[in-house]
């Protein structure tokens, strides 16, 4: 009971969240150590149907809390909402950079960055760059074609995926600071210690959530 997951189709799979989510991980040995049989066609079928059921199970279970987990990895579930939410705030940050037309940063928005210090470390120095850019392409196209942006429309865009992209690795350093800072208390604290930790979080939860968008692989 202590080692076995008995409430879903894929133990293997649970059993290996539960070491992720306490910070262990595997090592891949590049050798055959078992020899088998193919599967025929209808029982590969079989164990797809399977792997998609026990993935549901279990990706509904953790969600809820209810999963037949215990000790530390119990306790760490909330690690998994913490990627889940992550991986929503980037989708909704390509979707405000594909819909919405912004020269700002979100964190300025939401008050994190003093608009006057954003300007001066990111706006004023980007404009000659991009100004830059721009007269050098058209020097190359031979000046401006029918279907050529103007100055304007192409400084607000390259300006703001420009800062899409600082804000995204803005996020990422912060979270890189304080997990780094999270190794002095280690003994105190179950929380992630280590990049890796948090990529070995992310592969779990695609295999959790693999159900869901399969068809774009």
């Known amino acids: ?33 078992s020899y088998g049989m193919s599967k025929s066609p209808e029982g590969c079928l079989g164990a ?6 026990g993935a549901i199970t279990l990706c509904l279970q953790w969600v809820t809390q209810n999963a037949d987990a215990h000790g530390q990895a119990k306790r760490n579930g909330p690690l998994l909402w913490c990627v ?10 390509l979707l405000r950079l594909v819909t919405v ?30 100004h830059g850019c721009y007269t050098w392409l058209m020097a190359v196209r031979g000046g401006h ?3 050529s942006y103007t100055y304007r429309v192409y400084e607000d865009m390259t300006l703001q995926f420009l800062i899409w992209l600082g804000t995204c690795v803005g996020c990422f350093t912060m979270l890189w600071v304080f997990t780094t800072m999270c190794k002095c208390c280690r003994r105190w ?3 992630p210690n280590e990049m890796k ?8 939860f695609d295999n959790l959530t693999y159900w869901i968008w399969f068809w774009t692989s």
């Open 1 to 33: 009971r202590e080692q076995f997951h008995t409430s879903c189709k894929i133990e293997d799979t649970a059993s290996s969240l539960d070491r992720v989510l306490v910070g262990e991980y595997s090592h891949f040995v590049n050798r055959k150590l």
């Open 145 to 147: 074609s029918p279907n």
């Open 101 to 130: 037309q912004y020269t700002s940063s979100i964190l300025v928005m939401l008050g994190f960055v003093d608009e006057k210090k954003f300007d001066e470390l990111i706006r004023v120095p980007l404009r000659p760059i991009i």
């Open 84 to 93: 889940i939410l992550a991986f929503t705030a980037y989708v909704a940050a």
């Open 197 to 204: 930790w948090w990529g070995r979080l992310l592969i779990s």
């Open 189 to 191: 604290l179950t929380f």
């Open 48 to 53: 797809q149907q399977r792997w998609v059921e």
